[in-house]
């Protein structure tokens, strides 16, 4: 059980990523953006500027504080999405949502393998089966939402996930003993 904990922050954070890509077309094109691939865009772009220039964050700084910074983000990112009705506002929460995807995923294997200890083998194959599992469950639990309530609430409902993962980082997952 020790080596789920970690694990849930990754299953959250694609929770809502899974839902995104789902649903940002979608709703990009109901909002009267014509091409809604400039969000993706964005997010490649930041992906690979900041992990080409970033990638010595990770290293340097703690893992707590770059994990807690990229859920800040992707919360931003979030509420971008749901009040978008433009392609520049959609490509900014791309931009936002990239740099957070390309911190986190690092920062929170390392978070989760440094959380157990010696047990990396497990540690990392619990968190990538986590993390897929965000990836199919949050698009179909969202896909339940967005007849009743529309895009703008659903995208919404994925900010509380985002709050819901900081909520669950901050008081589950304490700092070990050897420190991070």
């Known amino acids: 059980f020790q080596m789920m904990r970690p694990a849930i922050v990754g299953f959250l954070h694609n929770f809502v990523w899974g839902s995104l890509?789902?649903?940002?077309?979608?709703?990009?094109?109901?909002?009267?953006?014509?091409?809604?691939g400039h969000f993706f865009l964005a997010i490649s772009l930041m992906v690979l500027i900041s992990r080409i220039f970033g990638?010595?964050?990770?290293?340097?700084y703690s893992k707590r504080k770059i994990i807690v910074v990229s859920v800040i983000l992707?919360?931003?990112?979030?509420?971008?999405?749901?009040?978008s009705n433009t392609v520049?506002?959609?490509?900014?929460?791309?931009?936002?949502?990239?740099?957070?995807g390309a911190f986190i995923f690092p920062a929170s294997i390392a978070f989760a393998i440094e959380y157990r200890g010696s047990s990396s083998g497990?540690?990392?194959?619990?968190?990538?089966?986590?993390?897929?599992?965000?990836?199919t469950i949050g698009p179909?639990?969202?896909?339940?939402i967005v007849p009743?309530?529309?895009?703008?609430?659903?995208f919404l409902s994925l900010l509380l996930i985002c709050m819901m993962n900081l909520s669950y980082f901050h008081l589950c997952l304490r700092k070990p003993k050897h420190g991070m």
């Open 21 to 36: 890509t789902a649903f940002v077309p979608l709703h990009a094109i109901h909002s009267g953006i014509k091409n809604p």
């Open 55 to 60: 990638s010595k964050i990770v290293d340097v």
């Open 74 to 83: 992707s919360m931003a990112a979030v509420i971008l999405v749901s009040f």
């Open 88 to 100: 520049g506002v959609l490509f900014i929460a791309g931009l936002l949502w990239g740099v957070a």
């Open 122 to 135: 497990p540690s990392i194959g619990t968190f990538r089966a986590l993390m897929d599992l965000g990836l």
């Open 140 to 144: 179909m639990a969202m896909g339940l």
């Open 148 to 154: 009743v309530t529309g895009y703008r609430v659903m």
